[in-house]
């Protein structure tokens, strides 16, 4: 399973460091990118949806 939340499987999975993916997670969610939307429910949290476009 592609996840987020287990920090050690982000690296091998992109070649990014926790930091490296860390930074590419925060700037689009100070851009309000991590909003909870109602018309999209079953969403993505946004760490999940950056990992899966990294991959």
Do not use: E, N, Q, Y
């Amino acid at each position: 399973m592609i996840t987020a939340s287990v920090p050690s499987r982000i690296a091998p999975l992109v070649g990014l460091s926790r930091r490296d993916f860390g930074k590419l997670v925060t700037v689009p969610r100070r851009g309000g990118a991590d909003v909870v939307r109602k018309d999209r429910p079953g969403s993505l949290p946004l760490g999940h949806r950056a990992l899966l476009m990294a991959a």
